[in-house]
């Protein structure tokens, strides 16, 4: 397995412009996890799903952020308009039920100018 | 990705040494515990867990020691070597398979 596959790796953006991240997590694992990680704050969980469906999204910033996950092997985090401040590294994981760690791809580094 | 960089607690070890890097959780229903290594322009990779019931388990010149009367968890590396520099993560499981991460500490190796 190619591992946990996101996309793109580099955006950068100007500010008040939509943008959407990408993932496709490890064939046959059920739970999907957006984290944002930044020097201030380290590693955050945005938003996870189990089996496509979003579990808690209680670490989303604001309503400027989304994330959907269609079917099992995609997943988008979208973020509209942009700021600034959300300027960071976007990871998303994957893991299987009974499975004690998440498997993470390697990032969308995201600057919003 | 970039790991947390200035403000993370940082740890210097002698290249052959054993290193300790040491954690705090908050959540006494979590069911694991997992260290994570962070290199630089990659995603946190999974290095060992430990179960809850369990103050110990061995990998490969990795040991995990886990005490939940005060909530502390810690990562020895033997005789470290020079690709062990990393930002190291603690991170917790709770219900639904939700990782909680911690700060996370720089291991510097020194030649």
Redesign the interface.
């Known amino acids: 397995d190619a591992g946990v596959i996101q996309s793109p790796r580099h955006e950068v953006t100007e500010m008040g412009q939509e943008v959407t991240l990408r993932c496709k997590p490890i064939s046959g694992h059920d739970y999907l996890f957006w984290y944002r990680q930044t020097m201030m704050r380290g590693l955050e969980l945005l938003i996870y799903f189990n089996n496509n469906v979003p579990i808690d999204d209680s670490g989303m910033p604001e309503d400027r952020f989304s994330a959907k996950m269609p079917n099992a092997s995609f997943s988008t985090l979208k973020i509209q308009p942009s700021e600034p401040r959300d300027s960071a590294v976007y990871f998303c994981a994957s893991s299987s039920q009974g499975g004690t760690g998440a498997f993470f791809g390697q990032g969308t580094r995201l600057t919003v100018v | ?7 993370l607690p940082t740890l210097s070890v002698q290249e052959g040494d054993n290193s300790i890097i040491n954690c705090a959780y908050s959540n006494s229903a979590s069911d ?1 515990f ?1 260290w ?1 290594k962070q290199e630089s ?6 290095i060992i ?1 430990i ?1 809850s019931n369990m103050d110990k388990r061995q990998g490969q010149r990795v040991t995990v020691l886990l005490n939940k009367t005060v909530k502390h968890l810690s990562l020895q590396i033997a005789a470290t070597q020079p690709g062990d520099s990393a930002v190291y ?1 603690c ?1 917790e ?1 709770a219900a ?9 500490t720089r291991v510097l190796v020194k030649p």
């Not at chain 2, 990705?1 to 403000?7: C, I, K, N, R």
């Not at chain 2, 322009?41 to 999974?46: H, R």
């Open positions: 990705g970039e790991s947390v960089g200035l403000h694991y997992i994570y322009g990659k995603g946190p990779q999974f867990d179960r993560f991170a499981k639904g398979n939700k990782l909680t991460f911690g700060g996370g």
